[in-house]
């Protein structure tokens, strides 16, 4: 099974070559993810919209880092939020523009 990985700034889209899937990340809904150097009592979330299309068809779905769906299937295609970055840290605010999301795309078996 052959996994496709890109990084996607936030604003911005990306073209996933064998898929020829277009995925763009729409923005940061909420970043509850525990900081580094913290002890939280649980792991946290953050969550991400997307919009997904084919050139034909396109739809939004929220992702999350945790809890809740961590990805979508669309026009025969699984995608996946693997990694959301910066990642948070005590008293550090980051530009709402200084996010990244790393996704992984793979043929659904027919």
Do not use: H
Not at 27 to 40: A, F, H, I, T, Y
């Amino acid at each position: 099974q052959e996994k496709q990985k890109a990084t996607v700034k936030i604003n911005n889209k990306k073209k996933f070559s064998k898929s020829k899937l277009t995925v763009k990340f729409l923005s940061l809904v909420e970043d509850s993810r525990c900081p580094q150097g913290v002890d939280c009592i649980w792991a946290g979330n953050a969550q991400i919209k997307v919009e997904i299309s084919n050139g034909t068809t396109k739809e939004t779905f929220v992702m999350n880092t945790n809890t809740g769906p961590k990805g979508a299937s669309f026009s025969g295609f699984a995608i996946y939020l693997t990694e959301l970055t910066p990642y948070p840290k005590a008293n550090v605010k980051y530009a709402a523009n200084a996010y990244k999301a790393t996704f992984e795309i793979l043929r659904l078996s027919r």
